[in-house]
């Protein structure tokens, strides 16, 4: 299993949530197996999501969907979000 971490900023969090949530079904079409949410407990703008891949391949293919980056232009992302793949060892 893979784990996709995206780190980034939005504009109002319950905002962002409530796109995100809407979007939960296709992001499990799309290979999402589990989907973490955090965010700063000083700075809620501050969002962290986790999702667990397969493989790595199939965690680039969400990253570099262009529906999904829509969605994130949607829901207010405000710039692209910091992106890193971890695997459990």
């Not at 207010?76 to 979000?81: F, H, K, S």
């Given at each position: 299993m893979v784990h996709l971490f995206l780190r980034g900023n939005v504009k109002d969090f319950n905002a962002w949530y409530k796109v995100f949530t809407e979007f939960m079904p296709k992001l499990k079409q799309m290979g999402a197996t589990t989907t973490s949410v955090y965010r700063?407990?000083?700075n809620h703008r501050d969002?962290?999501?986790?999702h667990e891949f397969?493989?790595?391949e199939d965690a680039i293919k969400y990253v570099n969907?262009?529906?999904v980056q829509e969605v994130?232009?949607?829901a207010?992302?405000?710039?692209?979000?910091q992106v890193w793949y971890t695997e459990i060892q």
């Open positions: 700063e407990i000083n969002v962290t999501v986790i397969a493989s790595k969907n262009p529906e994130r232009n949607q207010g992302v405000l710039a692209p979000p």
